[in-house]
């Protein structure tokens, strides 16, 4: 049964370890996350530390689902400290393990997401992916409206240099906006 939780604690390890090899698979199978190759262990090990590290700052907030208590996927969101920018957050890495995809897992993600930006009181959330992937429809299909593209804006797991596409979507109006 699938099961999405906002991670606030330190994972157990055998969760940790599932984070480790979903972020492993998910770059492993080409995924534009910010990797130019799969990453070792060690690496992805101290990227989930980071992350983690930035949750128990309050910098971000991270969300798992799992399925029958194995991981598989999981998405952050990325709060602005700035003063000028605390109603909108930053919708990062969105991941479902190769063996759990086209289950609607990513929209059950985004959805939990989304909900709990909204009540937090955050009015508009953005992300990028890479121009073409099938996330592209997930987001449009959520609503998610496309701003533009940057050429070059990221190099993929093959060594090329593509395209991403900007998003947003308004969760409610901010204060003084129409």
Sequence with gaps: MLKISELKTTPSLELFSELV????????????????????TKEARNYWTEVLESVGRGERLLFVATDDHVCAGAVQLALTSKPNGRHRGEVQKLMVHSQYRRRGIAQALMERLENAAAARGLTLLVLDTRAGDPAEALYRRLGWQFAGSIPGYAQSTEGAYESNAIYWRRLAPAAGEF
């Design 21 to 40: 090899e979903l972020v492993q698979d998910a770059v492993g199978g080409g995924a534009s996350i910010g990797w130019t190759q799969r990453p070792g």
